[in-house]
């Protein structure tokens, strides 16, 4: 199979995945708005989160040059916003500005973050691994902003912060119905064979 073939399978089946919408500054100054749906955390201890430039992408180079970025949740409210800051805007222009979103400064590194979301991340940059025609940054998580309203009982609720993640081709998703469910300690599942059966329909 070819490789584009390959990557779209691969975008079609490794879903959904989680959108960072990565806000890094240009060692001109410039700040640079991009979703990337390649991200996940990386490490705990210390917190680590990591997103993927599929080349060079602008992200990558201002992050290499500057040494931080925020990592922004990107609420279903900002949709459209979302998508058109994955237009390729040349460097010394700022997807920001173009699509009215609205950056406000960080709290602890020099890239802003995007005001409407409800969370942030803010970085600097641990380093970067090339993979192929792909290089993964990992960042450092030097601080958190979490919208207020955005919490209940102590953390960030989903039902607040209504994430956008991408599927294939050009579909996006919402988080639709959310489930809840407990762990199941091996003591129990030991105590209690009939958790196992129902399981496997014995």
Not at 83 to 97: H, I, K, L, V
Not at 130 to 135: E, H, K, P, V
Not at 190 to 201: A, H, V
Request: hydrophobic share 40%; net charge negative; glycine share 6%.
């Amino acid at each position: 199979m070819e490789t584009g073939a390959f990557y779209r399978v691969l975008n079609s089946v490794v879903v959904p995945r989680p959108i960072a919408w990565v806000v890094t500054r240009s060692a001109e100054g410039v700040h640079n708005l991009a979703p990337h749906s390649f991200y996940t955390v990386a490490c705990v201890d210390p917190p680590i989160v990591q997103f993927t430039s599929v080349g060079r992408k602008d992200s990558l180079v201002n992050a290499e040059a500057t040494g931080d970025f925020t990592v922004n949740l990107t609420p279903e409210s900002m949709f459209e916003q979302a998508n058109a800051t994955g237009t390729d805007f040349p460097p010394e222009e700022s997807e920001a500005e173009h699509t009215g979103v609205r950056l406000e400064p960080s709290e602890t590194v020099a890239a802003m973050r995007v005001a409407q979301s409800p969370v942030s991340l803010e970085c600097t940059l641990h380093s970067t691994l090339r993979l192929g025609d792909s290089t993964v940054v990992f960042g450092q998580v030097r601080h958190i902003a979490v919208h207020t309203a955005a919490v209940r009982d102590g953390r960030p609720r989903i039902e607040h912060l209504r994430p956008l993640a991408r599927l294939g081709g050009n579909e996006w998703a919402t988080i639709g119905e959310v489930k809840e469910i407990r762990r199941i300690p091996y003591a129990t599942w030991t105590e209690d064979p009939s958790i196992g059966e129902q399981l496997r329909g014995d």
